[in-house]
């Protein structure tokens, strides 16, 4: 999951985590990584917490303000459990002045990963979106911006080290005031990323579509 928080500008994270085997009881395992990560080794970086034996079909529910990172932290986090049995997992980031937003933790990454709905300044909402880099190799990638007739708006390019996270918002991109219409990222190794949307007293989000 790409984007997680600690008391980070009023966010912080709850997670959902079910266990899908019907005959197995499984660790998860849940490492916590800060965004701009350059070694997924350094215990710096990234910090891990295991929950033992999740019964078979049994879902736990995990709060970050018991996690162990520091008050304040915002990154990621890679969810695994022995033996690789699948899991299902919801995310909300809730925020202390408005509602929060939900998302699915990604199961697989891909080279390309679909945003069908940007905007900025559009009728009041912006949106903005994070990524993390989950192919275990540094990669570059290439978003593209489009606007609702197909056409090409901008283009923004960046390289992203293994397990990092970044995020950007169209009010910081080169874009006409107001725009609408969609991004597409292309990446040289694996990508999972979700879309954020701000309104004034809400906000939203949903998983971006991998390919």
Known sequence: MPAAYKNYVNLNTGLVIQNLSGSINRD?????????????????????????NLATQRAMGVNMAAAPVA???TGSIKIQSTGAVPLAVTVNNA?????????SASGLGGTTVYLPRASRNSSGPTTGYT????????????????????????TRTFALSSAATTGFLPTNDTLPDPWDGSIVLSATGNIVAIMREDQTASLSGYNGIVR
């Open 28 to 52: 998860v395992t849940l490492t916590y990584c800060i965004r701009a990560v350059t070694n997924p080794n350094d215990p710096a970086q990234c910090v891990a917490q295991t929950f033992t």
């Open 131 to 154: 990524l993390r880099n989950v192919s275990g190799v540094a990669l570059n990638v290439t978003a593209r911006y489009y606007k609702a007739d197909g056409s090409l708006t901008w």
């Open 95 to 103: 925020k202390v002045s408005a509602d929060g937003y939900d998302f």
């Open 71 to 73: 008050d304040g932290w």
